[in-house]
T-cell receptor, first 113, second 116 residues
Framework: GDSVTQMEGPVTLSEEAFLTINCTYT??????LFWYVQYPGEGLQLLLK?????DKGSNKGFEATYRKETTSFHLEKGSVQVSDSAVYFC????????????FGQGTELSVKP | DTGVSQNPRHKITKRGQNVTFRCDPI?????LYWYRQTLGQGPEFLTY????????KSRLLSDRFSAERPKGSFSTLEIQRTEQGDSAMYLC??????????????FGPGTRLTVL
């Protein structure tokens, strides 16, 4: 079945460092891809999305490009802030699967001042 | 605040007891999903509703679990004869379809269940 694999955390960075969180997926058909973020004590929030190959999703300085050839959707940010400390989840939604989301295991990011 | 609410936020119960959780989605959303999240893992799909119809149930949803959405608005998730393995965060999400080619789901804050 469909699945998502993320790099393991925790990831600890200094403020203003470059961030990459790797995400690869396995899916039949052409899924939509998402990054969700969970800040401490809060619920899951959609960070960005991409619906077809070569689409780039972006929000709040974060970017991810839908790479069909490598089945990847890596999350990047050029300069992280302390406020970016959270758990990040990569997810996919298959075209004919009722819209349910399949999540990776999450990557915890801690940004130090 | 995404507009999806869940109650209670925390529930502590003893093994063998029944528990019920409630989810109130965004009012115009016709699809409602339930997920379960254990510590250190991503959410796992349990079931979903289109209006009042339950269209899919995961194999994770044993016979002890039942979900309803009687009027196509709020939903309840009941767990009978709870077991310690049921301890988890139970998440509800909603969306309105058909909209675009993707499916942006709005998540509630979750109900954390602890089974002693």
């Amino acid at each position: 079945g469909d699945s998502v694999t993320q790099m393991e955390g925790p990831v600890t960075l200094s403020e203003e460092a470059f961030l990459t969180i790797n995400c690869t997926y396995t899916a039949t058909g052409y899924p939509s891809l998402f990054w969700y973020v969970q800040y401490p004590g809060e619920g899951l929030q959609l960070l960005l999305k991409a619906t077809k190959a070569d689409d780039k999703g972006s929000n709040k300085g974060f970017e991810a490009t839908y790479r069909k050839e490598t089945t990847s959707f890596h999350l990047e940010k050029g300069s992280v802030q302390v406020s970016d400390s959270a758990v990040y989840f990569c997810a996919l939604s298959g075209g004919n699967q009722g819209g349910k989301l399949i999540f990776g295991q999450g990557t915890e990011l801690s940004v130090k001042p | 605040d995404t507009g999806v609410s869940q109650n209670p936020r925390h529930k502590i119960t003893k093994r063998g007891q029944n528990v019920t959780f409630r989810c109130d989605p965004i009012s115009e959303h016709n699809r409602l999903y339930w997920y379960r999240q254990t510590l250190g893992q991503g959410p796992e799909f349990l079931t979903y509703f289109q209006n009042e119809a339950q269209l899919e149930k995961s194999r994770l949803l044993s016979d002890r679990f039942s979900a309803e959405r009687p009027k196509g608005s709020f939903s309840t998730l009941e767990i009978q004869r709870t077991e310690q393995g049921d301890s988890a965060m139970y998440l509800c999400a909603s969306t309105r379809l058909p909209t675009a080619t993707y499916n942006e789901q709005f998540f509630g804050p979750g109900t954390r269940l602890t089974v002693l």
